[in-house]
């Protein structure tokens, strides 16, 4: 039997935190959860998640810098992050990417959407 890939999810809203919960653990990913950029990092290095999914608007180290200091790091860089966001203007999407995400995700997001896309960079295919 193999374990449940992880994910990390990262977003300073209790509300979406409980959102992505729904509906990634009944897909039977394991989480765990942190609530900024900074605590990601800590999360990323110690839990050794499969994924990220990450909020780009957060207190103290936003999703922007957190996903380019994953990068910056052998230990993180490979590990594949979407970016959530409310932010769809096209700047911003530009610059999900420049920051080294997988992919871009709004909200409110859509749960097919999202697993499609969780799936899609866990190598599980459709």
């Known amino acids: 039997m193999t374990s449940p890939k992880k994910i990390l999810l990262v977003d300073d ?24 950029g900074q605590e990601a990092l800590a999360l990323a290095r110690t839990e050794r998640p499969d994924l ?9 180290m936003n999703g922007f810098e ?9 230990d993180t860089a490979a590990l594949p992050v979407i970016l959530v966001t ?16 997988n992919d871009y995700v709004t909200k409110p997001f ?3 959407e999202l697993l499609a896309k969780v799936a899609g960079l866990l190598g599980e295919g459709a």
Do not use: F, K, W
């Not at 919960?21 to 609530?35: E, F």
């Not at 990220?52 to 103290?60: G, N, R, S, Y």
């Not at 957190?66 to 052998?74: D, F, T, Y």
């Open 13 to 36: 809203s209790p509300t979406v935190l409980a959102m992505e919960r729904m509906v990634l653990g009944r897909a039977g990913y394991a989480l765990v959860s942190a609530t900024n």
């Open 66 to 74: 957190a996903c380019a200091a994953l990068r910056a790091s052998a």
């Open 110 to 112: 859509n749960p097919a």
């Open 52 to 60: 990220v999914l990450m909020d780009v608007i957060m207190p103290q």
């Open 86 to 101: 409310t932010r769809s203007e096209p700047e911003h999407v530009e610059a999900g990417y420049e920051a080294g995400c």
